[in-house]
């Protein structure tokens, strides 16, 4: 069964640095593109950023250009959402995602506070 479990959210402030995790299980991960979401109540989820599956090309939403970083570890069956330079507005909850078989799946969601 596909599993995807987040971690490394908190609070953060601004200015700083936080650094999430996504663990995947079930799938031969080195195959698949992952992206991460985020949500804030209220507003539409939004597609953050895109890894390829090797991990050789990567895109980012305008709003978290040269700020966030994805990055995976194919070893570790792992996907990585640096973030630097850290905005109130990037307060949200954040989703580690794939598809398969025209079925999507989502991780449980790790919460991020931006806040001084």
């Known amino acids: 069964q596909v599993q995807l479990v987040e971690s490394g959210g908190g609070l953060g402030q601004p200015g700083g640095s936080l650094r999430l995790s996504c663990a995947a299980s079930?799938?031969?991960?080195?195959?698949?593109?992952m992206r991460w979401y985020r949500q804030t109540p209220g507003k539409e989820r939004e597609l953050v950023a895109t890894?390829?599956?090797?991990?050789?090309?990567?895109n980012y939403a305008d709003s978290v250009q040269g700020r966030f970083t994805i990055s995976r570890d194919n070893a570790k069956n792992t996907v990585y959402l640096q973030m630097n330079s850290l905005k109130p507005e990037d307060t949200a909850v954040y989703y580690c995602?794939?598809?398969?078989?025209?079925?999507?799946?989502w991780g449980q969601g790790t919460q991020v506070t931006v806040s001084s």
């Open positions: 890894i390829t599956s090797t991990g050789g090309d990567t």
């Open positions: 995602y794939t598809m398969r078989y025209t079925v999507s799946y």
């Open positions: 079930g799938f031969i991960f080195s195959n698949y593109n």
